[in-house]
């Protein structure tokens, strides 16, 4: 199968993946707005958009630079340094998370802060995989 072939299931797959969870996270946030009160729903979304966007910050272009093909970059040794330095830059942001969490977030809505974090924590965990899968156009597996 030539790559082009690869090229084109691969979208397919990504495609209806993108999909899949377009779908879910609607019906989370309405199972969500239908489940708790207006305040509370209010702050988790405000304490989840906090986590999601901040969570891009210790990945900043890592996944490019090990898809990239170079010499550097080619090898199981590349993929040990990433994710070394995945879970370190990681593990920093969730605990400067958790540090400013103590000062700027009421203590009710900690728990649940925490909660979003570790795994927001544990998904970024994952990007050495995805870009595996990503490097080698296997995007059946990454769906």
Do not use: C
């Amino acid at each position: 199968m030539g790559i082009a072939q690869r090229s084109i299931r691969s979208s397919s797959y990504n495609v209806t993946a993108s999909i899949f969870q377009t779908v879910v996270i609607f019906f989370r946030a309405i199972l969500l707005a239908r489940l708790l009160e207006p305040a509370t729903f209010g702050s988790y979304k405000f304490l989840f958009a906090i986590v999601v966007w901040s969570g891009t910050l210790p990945n900043f272009g890592m996944v490019s630079a090990l898809i990239h093909r170079a010499p550097e970059s080619e090898g199981e040794n590349a993929l040990k340094v990433h994710f070394t330095l995945t879970t370190a830059f990681n593990f920093t942001w969730a605990v400067l998370l958790f540090i400013l969490a103590r000062f700027f977030i009421a203590q009710e809505f900690l728990l649940p802060f925490t909660v979003i974090v570790i795994t927001q924590f544990f998904d970024n965990l994952g990007q050495t995989a995805r870009a595996i899968l990503i490097r080698s156009v296997r995007f059946r597996r990454l769906a």
